[in-house]
């Protein structure tokens, strides 16, 4: 089993930044892929930037150039570096981790999420 814990939402006026963090209950060194996800009300959750275990990098068109995915494996932690945002960042922000943990394929693992509410 793997637990994801995010931290980091919170309110910012338009143009501003935030940091969301996730912890990871394991290593993340043998992770398949790690990534952030998103869901506004009323919308599908989709993915907002991911990396994968040889560290490809992928970001989502609406956010590339303003976020920045990056994972630190000695503190097993993802963040989301985000700057200029808008309101139409306003989502609730889901870690995810694909993982493999023998026996059994891969599956995937969910935070609980973290509210990020961009002010206009």
């Known amino acids: 089993q793997v637990q994801l814990v995010e931290s980091g939402g919170g309110l910012v006026q338009a143009g501003g930044s935030l940091r969301l963090s996730c912890v990871a209950s394991?290593?993340?060194?043998?992770?398949?892929?790690m990534g952030w996800y998103r869901q506004a009300p009323g919308k599908q959750r989709e993915l907002v930037a991911g990396i994968n275990i040889g560290g490809r990098l992928n970001y989502a068109d609406s956010v590339r150039g303003r976020f920045t995915i990056t994972r630190d494996i000695s503190k097993k932690t993802l963040y989301l570096q985000m700057n200029s945002l808008k309101p139409e960042d306003t989502a609730v922000y889901y870690c995810?981790?694909?993982?493999?943990?023998?026996?059994?394929?891969?599956?995937?693992?969910w935070g609980q999420g973290t509210q990020v509410t961009v002010s206009s």
């Open positions: 394991r290593s993340i060194f043998s992770f398949n892929a």
């Open positions: 995810n981790a694909n993982v493999l943990l023998t026996p059994g394929p891969p599956r995937d693992y």
